[in-house]
């Protein structure tokens, strides 16, 4: 007796994102930005966004 196949979709190897929805409305989330800040663009302020700077570094010794 032969072993019956799998269900299609089920022998994915690749790993689900953790669903993050907005901490006021509750919509799922899919920028990269408003999954970190759990906020949507509707929902955030201005205020509220991310503040990132680039920062010149030196090279690590031995590189």
């Known amino acids: 007796m032969t072993s019956p196949e799998p269900l299609p979709g089920t022998g994915s190897t690749r790993a689900l994102r953790p669903r993050v929805t907005c901490r006021r409305c ?3 989330l899919h ?3 408003s999954r970190m800040l759990r906020l949507g663009p509707e929902c955030r302020d201005p205020a509220e966004r991310v503040a990132r700077f680039e920062v010149d570094q030196e090279t690590l010794p031995g590189m």
Do not use: C, G
């Open 31 to 33: 920028d990269p930005e």
């Open 26 to 28: 509750h919509r799922p």
